[in-house]
Every structure is written in C-alpha cells, then in structure tokens.
C-alpha cells in the first residue's frame, strides 16, 4: 500500500521531531542527574582551595580549573590557525591531484585513530623528545594534534556549503582571490566553523587518556606552560577510580559542565563579533 505525500511528510516530520525531542531529553537527563548529585558540594571553599597532596577526594579544585582554562586556552590559540589554514587551502586552493587525495585520505585516517595512541605519541614528542616534559604544553600540543582532523574536516565543509556564486560575484567585481576568501567566503562559512571550534573545546575539555601520559597530574598549581596540571577530566578520573569518592566526582563535573557553558558562550559571541567585522569590512 502505497502512502500519500501528505502522510509520508508528516509521517517523516513527526520521526524527525520525536528524535530531536529524545536527543534533547536524553541531554536534560544526564545533565540534571550530574547537577542533583553535585551540586551539594560545591561551594566557595570547594572552588577557591586546591586539592590535597596525593590522590584523594580531600580539599577544592582551584588548581584543576586553572590548568583546564590554561589547557583550553593554548589549544585552541595553536589548533584554530592550522586547522582553519588547512581547510582553505583544501577547500580553495588546492588542486585536484594525487596529494590532495593523500592529504584528505590522512585526515580521516587521523580522525579514527584513538586517543590513547595521540597520548603516547605526545609523550614520545613532546615530553621526551622535544624535552618539555610532563607539562600544560606538552598536553596541549597533544591535544592539537587528537583534534586537528576534525575542526579541518568541519570547517572545509562549512566552505563548500558557501554558493559558487557568491566567489564567482567576487571575482567578477574584481576582488582577488584571498579577497574573496577573506572578506565574503569566512563570513558565510563562519557559522560552521565556530561550531567546529566549539566540538573541538568540548573535545579538549572532556579528554583525559591523553593528559594521563602527558600533563603528570600535579595538584599544585601551575604557573607556566611548563609546568605539571591536572586539568578537571582528569580530576574527576582520579576521584571517581582512585577514591571512589563520586559526590566530590559529580561536584567537578559540574563546574565542567559550567565551563564548557562558559567558554562556548563566548566562543559564539567573538564569532559574531568577527562575522560582522568581516563583512562589514573593506
């Protein structure tokens, strides 16, 4: 029995809108049953003291924000460019050859690689060879190099969702090709590629298999990019598997959960800043 159009649209629109709502909900659920359970311990002492020597639920997590924001901030501060950088070129410029071909093949051959394995390649590099040690630096870098395939892959296809017409009126009006790029390409395609960033810092934030090889876990706080951290996720790995304390655990993930709130909210507001900047500018 074949369906009517009418039916099958409204068939598919109900589908379409019964998975947003679950996808929603399912969000809600976790996020609510992580604020219940935490909320209890956080309070000012809890976020202004740092943690006690050793691996143990005692003491605040001060420190464990610092280093996080710290970790974020440089990762972002070194992935945006290269990886931005990379997809214009993949989406612009680069030619329909052989090592573009291998160039895209890389990146997603990257992109499927766990992490455990980027964290042993950062300990390799960074700590041993490159003789930063175990360091905020050394897990940021590793952090660039887990995530690079994924804000190149995001922000390429948010330039190839942007018109040909919209380059083919650049060029007609005698704008070069950087122009083009600079001025009407990023503007348009600047939607996807903050929330290509945003994946990234959620990515950043989450980690923690790569930092356990990487950072050293210090719980004091750092005061360079070369010294030991303890970012939150890994915070909240060491209470929840070493202490079982788990009240403390969920009380983290809560200021984490806060945090990645924070910073995508900014994300989003420079974003727009800067779209208006560049479209508007000569």
């Not at 052989?98 to 390649?121: D, K, M, N």
């Not at 009407?184 to 923690?208: D, K, Q, R, Y």
């Amino acid at each position: 029995m074949r369906l009517s159009p009418k039916l099958t649209q409204r068939f598919a629109w109900g589908v379409t809108w019964v998975t947003g709502v679950s996808t929603v909900l399912i969000l809600l659920v976790i996020v609510g049953y992580v604020v219940a359970k935490g909320i209890a311990v956080i309070d000012p002492e809890f976020l202004l003291t740092p943690p006690e020597g050793g691996l143990t639920a005692e003491g605040g997590i001060s420190t464990a924000i610092v280093s996080t924001i710290y970790l974020v901030g440089i990762t972002l501060i070194v992935l945006t460019p290269l990886g931005l950088g990379a997809a214009i070129y993949l989406a612009e410029y680069a030619p329909a050859n052989w090592l573009t071909r291998l160039i895209r093949y890389g990146i997603e051959l990257l992109a499927g690689v766990p992490s455990i394995v980027f964290g042993l390649f950062g300990f390799l590099v960074f700590v041993r060879m490159l003789g930063f040690g175990f360091s905020i630096l050394a897990g940021a870098l590793t952090l660039v190099c887990l995530l690079l395939p994924f804000i190149i892959r995001a922000s390429e296809e948010a330039m190839r969702m942007v018109p040909q017409s919209y380059r083919e009126a650049a060029l007609s009006l005698g704008a070069t090709k950087w122009q083009t790029v600079r001025h009407v390409i990023l503007p348009a395609a600047l939607p996807g590629i903050v929330t290509g960033i945003i994946l990234c810092i959620g990515g950043a934030v989450a980690e923690s298999a790569p930092l356990f090889v990487t950072m050293g876990g210090s719980h004091l706080m750092p005061t360079s990019l070369f010294d030991q951290g303890r970012p939150l996720s890994l915070h909240v790995f060491y209470i929840a598997m070493e202490t079982r304390a788990f009240d403390v655990a969920m009380g983290t993930a809560v200021v984490l959960i806060v945090i990645i709130l924070a910073i995508n909210g900014i994300t989003k507001w420079l974003s727009r800043r800067f779209q208006a900047k560049m479209s508007g500018g000569a």
